[in-house]
């Protein structure tokens, strides 16, 4: 019986498939590398390095987003800026490392302290700022007093105590955002006199 080239297995098929079922392999996974690799660097660009809360770039952007929803729908929303009591002295006596542990366990009590849709992030230095859609001055007062008591009464790392001061006010209609964290600045301020 005669049999035709046709008809016989073709022996590079195999090894054709396999090369291409590697290659397809390789892509997927330099293609989940990628995506991986984005989505830290997108992490990176919104976080505060050290206390992994947004930066000031990102927060920002949450209230540029928060005013335009109040004009639009007369939602009233409300900005609290916090700053630790004293932590000059804390690096001063026990050095940056242990101001450092302070700054990032202070945003784990925050953190505990606000509500999912709030948002927090490192102004400056020992300073943060929380944006609190839905929220006028009253439900800002609260949250303030609940996060200042949450803070007096936590042990941090070798200072033991620590306590911070807080301004609030709520976004006013018409005005700048910048308008709107100088008076919470102003209120900081007297906090702290």
């Given at each position: 019986?005669?049999t ?5 297995p ?15 392999n ?23 390095y ?37 932590l ?26 606000i ?18 859609p ?16 949450a ?40 906090a702290k006199?």
């Amino acid at each position: 019986v005669e049999t035709s080239l046709l008809d016989k297995p073709d022996p590079l098929v195999n090894k054709h498939s396999r090369s291409i079922s590697r290659l397809a392999n390789f892509i997927q996974a330099v293609t989940e590398e990628l995506e991986e690799t984005n989505e830290e660097a997108r992490r990176l660009a919104e976080r505060d390095y050290l206390t992994q809360a947004y930066n000031r770039v990102k927060v920002n952007e949450f209230m540029e987003n928060e005013m335009k929803r109040s004009h639009r729908y007369g939602r009233k929303f409300s900005i609290l800026i916090l700053d630790m009591d004293n932590l000059k002295k804390v690096n001063d006596v026990h050095g940056h490392n242990v101001g450092d542990a302070v700054l990032s366990q202070l945003v784990r009590i925050i953190d505990r302290e606000i509500r999912d849709s709030d948002i927090l992030s490192r102004w400056g230095g020992e300073e943060f700022l929380v944006v609190m859609p839905e929220t006028a001055i009253n439900g800002a007062i609260v949250m303030a007093e609940r996060i200042r008591k949450a803070v007096e009464r936590a042990d941090f790392p070798q200072v033991f105590n620590q306590t911070c001061s807080l301004g609030v006010t709520t976004f006013r209609l018409g005005e700048h955002i910048e308008e709107t964290i100088d008076r919470a600045d102003r209120a900081l301020y007297e906090a702290k006199r």
